[in-house]
C-alpha cells in the first residue's frame, strides 16, 4: 500500500528497515525474526541500486558507530580479490 502511495506522490524511491517474521518450519540453525532494509525504486539501473545501498550503509555505521568507511566499496572488492 505505501509503495503505490508514495509512487503516485511523485518519490521515485525509498527505503524501509523492516522486521521479518519467518513463516516456515523453525530450525535451530535460523532466527525467527529478522530485520531487512526494503528497498522500493523506479527507473533504476545496478549502479543506482548500488551507490544508494553503499550510501544508506555508510550513513548508518556514521551515525551509529561513529565509523566514518575510507574508502568506497568498490575498492573494498578490489582488495579481497
Avoid: W
Amino acid at each position: 500500500m505505501y509503495k503505490q502511495l508514495f509512487m503516485i506522490s511523485g518519490l521515485d524511491k525509498y527505503f524501509q528497515i523492516v522486521k521479518c517474521f519467518r513463516d516456515e518450519d523453525l530450525r535451530s540453525a535460523r532466527q525467527p525474526e529478522f530485520t531487512q532494509i526494503d528497498l522500493e525504486m523506479s527507473f533504476v539501473d545496478e549502479p543506482d541500486v548500488r551507490n544508494l545501498v553503499e550510501d544508506l550503509i555508510t550513513t548508518f555505521l556514521k551515525r551509529l558507530i561513529m565509523q566514518q568507511l575510507k574508502n568506497h566499496f568498490q575498492s573494498y572488492f578490489i582488495m579481497i580479490q
